[in-house]
T-cell receptor
Framework: DAGVTQSPTHLIKTRGQQVTLRCSPK?????VSWYQQALGQGPQFIFQ???????QRGNFPDRFSGHQFPNYSSELNVNALLLGDSALYLC????????????FGPGTRLLVL | QQQVKQSPQSLIVQKGGISIINCAYE??????FPWYQQFPGKGPALLIA?????SEKKEGRFTISFNKSAKQFSLHIMDSQPGDSATYFC????????????FGTGTSLTVIP
């Protein structure tokens, strides 16, 4: 049983560019949350998707957007990249009826130059 | 505003010793308190979690102590081993906002042989 998978593992972009990160949830999970983890910090909640809709959102600008597909996989899009967007982006999946138990993927390391 | 405050930032313990990491929170609506373990290059992995209706939970060498009146909780690692060397994050969430996790800033634990 595969756990949460994310792609790509690493990514280098330049300021102003756009990036798309992908996440496949753990088998059977229907809810996906995205977090940003800056170096040396704890993860910060970006948003959560369930039934293909954004259900909760943290304190992140509209440059951060997402999508969830019918198979529960999800994408995180970041537009107009800033140097400060450099971070590890984590995806976590859970069951809607057991949301507190979240399983994290290995993350995508994004470097913005 | 940091919703969950974690200390210490780093910790060095001898093999066989007890590692103690502390967290404090302000929001009394929080109803789920997990601890995550993160190794370099990996996503956080759920270690143990507690709800505020109990004061202690033990799983193997890991124990959470919870003090609801003081709004504090701590992780105790008994008989610490070099393989426990990792970064530990406490977190808190409340079910009425989709279990968005608020993480502490992390504690880097080093267990020396």
């Amino acid at each position: 049983d595969a756990g949460v998978t994310q792609s790509p593992t690493h990514l280098i972009k330049t300021r102003g560019q756009q990036v798309t990160l992908r996440c496949s949830p753990k088998s059977g999970h229907d809810t996906v949350s995205w977090y940003q983890q800056a170096l040396g910090q704890g993860p910060q909640f970006i948003f959560q998707y369930y039934e293909e809709e954004e259900r909760q959102r943290g304190n992140f600008p509209d440059r951060f957007s997402g999508h969830q597909f019918p198979n529960y996989s999800s994408e995180l899009n970041v537009n107009a990249l800033l140097l400060g967007d450099s971070a590890l982006y984590l995806c976590a999946s859970s069951l809607a009826l057991q949301q507190e138990t979240q399983y994290f993927g290995p993350g995508t390391r994004l470097l913005v130059l | 505003q940091q919703q969950v405050k974690q200390s210490p930032q780093s910790l060095i313990v001898q093999k066989g010793g007890i590692s103690i990491i502390n967290c404090a929170y302000e929001n009394t609506a929080f109803d789920y308190f997990p601890w995550y373990q993160q190794f370099p290059g990996k996503g956080p992995a759920l270690l143990i979690a507690i709800r505020p209706d109990v004061s202690e939970k033990k799983e193997g060498r890991f124990t959470i102590s919870f003090n609801k009146s003081a709004k504090q909780f701590s992780l105790h690692i008994m008989d610490s081993q070099p393989g426990d060397s990792a970064t530990y994050f406490c977190a808190a969430s409340h079910s009425n906002t989709g279990n968005q996790f608020y993480f502490g800033t992390g504690t880097s634990l080093t267990v020396i042989p």
